[in-house]
């Protein structure tokens, strides 16, 4: 019983660590099941929604000082809400401009795409240190969500767990888009088929540019959520793009359970492994992965993809 | 991303040779020292003094990194301004070390090779100081480990050809582990990051613990780059230790104070970093907590810091860290002894300067100390005041972070295991060079 108990809070943990790492391959999961396209400027755009909600909360606004002044005197609760709902919003034409430069690695070999973002993620890091300079930030968070609270006689981050509800609403809005609209049968079709969508009338270039937009949204909105947590610096991208890649790898390239699951699988195997073998936590996402492609080399609820070809 | 002044004439094989014999007549016999194959003499002359500085720009330590770079600059502008050394300009060259040993090695092998620096400076990293030290080793090539504070750096990875110039883990540990033993309690919990620094530093603070009667219960080994510390930060509740010793650095440390502050665990048991690097804490006062050690503060009440304080905020007006900080502090004081030991020794012949630095004493009023400070002839490691301090709860202004609560002489902090784990090698093992 005392395990158990012992056990409890990592289990719980575990779970709200998955969430958060679902959230951050959420985007990323969509522009590569969808378009096929590997984002490695995820991270960095990831970081640019943080950076954004920063400057929307703190407030540190390119604006007039009696208008700033306004703003900062609104509540913080407020400015957080419209963090949360603007910085994507921000980040958004970021996501454009990078759709339009991708165009001409389409069908080609995925290593012209890999090499582009990868080029446009160092010039996004970049143009953050030019902007905000080296020093860190810390997202200022309302007094309702920060602070700790007491269960199973430990105290808990308040907003561990706002940020993992956040993480289920947003999972829950791109399953409702991808699963149950008319544009998201238009995208799945367009992955699976583009010439007979095409044929149909549809106009696949401008369903892309829909996704890539939604996939950099989100990943803005996951550096909104988690930057509370991880703090605000340059190169905070960089502790996104590689577990959401996993995740993405360990779930299988395209499936949107793929993400959840493999996600949650994530966190708690580093929520378990970070209380009882420490050494390992950061190891052991590596070894899950290891072990799941060794038994099925597209991921968990992978399907053919043409990146296989 | 590299940066580089003046860059050096390159040197044709005959001039090289042509250098080496009338460096060898005019320095007597020192260049001589050694295997043929493993000397080097390079021209002379006007020919500017190279430094190269191995500074992380990127990854856990690339903030310190670039800190650690302000104050060697600014040593090194005070020295050109002044004409320089030997009658000869410095020169400097810097390139991103990435917190990565690897490209530590890549770096210094390039500068010594390549760009013909006769000196590197820098690193944080214990990783990557050590990386440096080899190459720097292989060629003769003397190496100031700015910043690195692992017990090991003047231990068992020494070198004849490497001083360390920031206070170590166990100099930290005995200002600190016998006042909280006493004070607060006997059951001690560590968090140690899983590099050499970590290892290093928590097991010269575990050697003190027990020594002075107290257990360690646990120790937590967290990686390199974590961001989520809620696995320990359950862990640490439920194990309940009296004290927190923690030997965490750079982002890290960042991400860890961030989680800490944010549930108030600071009260719930007394933490203890071992040691606080500036830029680390620059930017996030209000997750500064518990006891900490450092080696210098820019409001302690001394002659000559004002001054510095205002010749380095003259020199970056733009620096996103507004007053120089420990890091900075080491960088600037090991560049300008490096320079000063090149002029006492008269020459940039690597043995003479070795000779001129080993033993070397600086006055505390020199260093802007409490007490003098000297470089240990045994392990080459620069024995100093260590300061123990807290958050500040009555600042003079916003850079006013710290309250120090306690600075201890050099030889009541000394690594006592140290000499006995390094061995330096003889002048006859060290490849002579002269530029």
């Known amino acids: 019983m005392g395990t158990l108990l012992n056990l409890l809070p990592h289990l719980v943990n575990g779970i709200t660590l ?46 007039p000082p009696d208008v700033l002044g306004m703003w900062a005197a609104v509540p913080l609760g407020w400015r957080f809400a419209a963090a949360v709902v603007l910085a994507p919003i921000l980040v958004a034409p970021f996501g454009l401009v990078l759709e339009r430069l991708m165009r001409r690695t389409y069908g080609r070999d995925p290593l012209y795409g890999l090499l582009l973002t990868f080029g446009v993620a160092m010039v996004l890091e970049e143009l953050i240190r030019m902007v905000w300079g080296t020093r860190d ?42 699963e149950r609209t008319r544009f998201g049968a238009m995208v799945k079709a367009g992955a699976h088929d583009s010439e007979i969508v095409q044929a149909l009338g549809i106009d696949l270039t401008r369903l892309r540019v829909w996704v890539f937009v939604l996939g950099t949204m989100l990943a803005a909105f996951a550096g909104v959520v988690l930057a509370p947590l991880w703090g605000i610096r340059p190169h905070m991208g960089v502790d996104a793009v590689v577990p959401a890649f996993l995740i993405i790898v360990l779930g299988g390239v395209g499936s949107f359970w793929g993400a959840a699951i493999g996600g949650l699988l994530v966190g708690m195997v580093v929520g378990l492994s970070g209380a009882y073998a420490s050494e390992w936590s950061m190891l052991s996402m590596y070894l899950l992965l290891i072990a799941v492609v060794t038994l099925r080399a597209r991921g968990l609820f992978g399907k053919k993809s043409v990146l296989e070809v | 991303m590299r940066k580089s002044r003046n860059s050096a004439t390159s040197l044709s094989r005959r001039t090289i040779m042509k250098g080496s014999l009338m460096a060898a007549a005019a320095s007597g016999t020192a260049t001589f020292f050694g295997p043929w194959r493993h000397n080097r003499v390079w021209a002379q002359g006007a020919k500017p003094i190279k430094l190269g500085l191995t500074c992380d720009a990127s990854g856990q330590y690339g903030n310190s990194g670039q800190d650690d770079l302000r104050g060697m600059r600014l040593a090194i502008d005070e020295f050109n301004v002044k004409g320089g050394v030997l009658g000869r300009k410095i020169e400097w060259t810097t390139a991103d070390t990435e917190t990565n040993p690897a490209t530590g090695t890549r770096i210094a092998e390039r500068f010594i090779a390549q760009e013909q620096c006769g000196f590197l400076l820098g690193a944080v990293h214990s990783g990557v100081a050590n990386a440096i030290t080899q190459v720097a080793a292989k060629y003769g090539t003397i190496y100031f480990n700015t910043n690195s504070s692992a017990p090991s750096e003047a231990g068992e990875n020494c070198s004849r050809v490497k001083f360390v110039w920031d206070g170590n883990g166990t100099n930290f540990s005995k200002a600190a582990v016998q006042n909280a033993l006493e004070k607060i309690g006997k059951r001690w919990l560590l968090l140690t990051n899983d590099y050499v620094w970590g290892h290093t530093t928590s097991a010269a603070t575990k050697a003190q613990v027990e020594k002075a009667g107290g257990q360690i219960i646990d120790n937590l080994l967290i990686p390199q780059n974590t961001r989520d510390f809620t696995s320990y930060l359950l862990k640490v509740q439920q194990i309940k230790p009296d004290v927190i010793a923690t030997a965490v650095g750079g982002d890290d440390i960042k991400a860890l104070r961030q989680q800490v502050s944010d549930l108030r665990l600071e009260d ?30 820019h409001l302690l009440p001394l002659p000559g810091i004002a001054e510095f304080v205002k010749r380095w905020q003259t020199a970056y007006p733009q620096s996103p860290i507004p007053v120089p900080g420990n890091v900075s502090y080491n960088g600037y004081m090991a560049t300008r002894e490096l320079l000063r030991a090149i002029v006492r020794a008269g020459s940039t012949n690597n043995l003479k300067v070795i000779k001129a630095l080993e033993g070397h004493k600086m006055t505390a009023a020199d260093r802007m100390q409490h007490f003098d400070a000297y470089i240990d002839p045994a392990t080459h490691q620069v024995q100093q005041t260590i300061y123990l301090a807290r958050r500040n709860a009555k600042p003079v202004d916003k850079t006013d972070l710290y309250e120090i609560i306690s600075w201890t002489k050099p030889e009541s902090a000394l690594d006592d295991a140290a000499p006995g784990k390094c061995k330096l090698k003889p002048d006859a093992e060290v490849p002579s060079y002269e530029i």
């Open chain 1, 18 to 63: 998955g969430l958060l790492f679902a959230l951050i391959a959420l985007g990323f999961m969509l522009i590569l099941g969808l378009m096929e396209q590997i984002n490695l400027a995820h991270g960095s755009l990831f970081a640019l929604g943080a950076y954004f909600a920063y400057a929307i909360c703190a407030p540190r606004l390119p604006l």
């Open chain 1, 137 to 178: 930030y810390i997202l200022p968070v309302p007094r309702e969500m920060s602070g700790g609270f007491i269960m199973l006689d430990l105290i808990w981050s308040t907003y561990r767990f706002w940020a993992a509800a956040l993480a289920i609403v947003a999972m829950a809005g791109v399953w409702a888009i991808v």
């Open chain 2, 268 to 297: 719930k048991a007394a933490w203890i970093n071992n040691q606080q690097d500036w830029p680390d804490i620059w930017g996030a006062p209000e997750t500064l907590f518990g006891v900490f050690g450092t080696t210098w503060y």
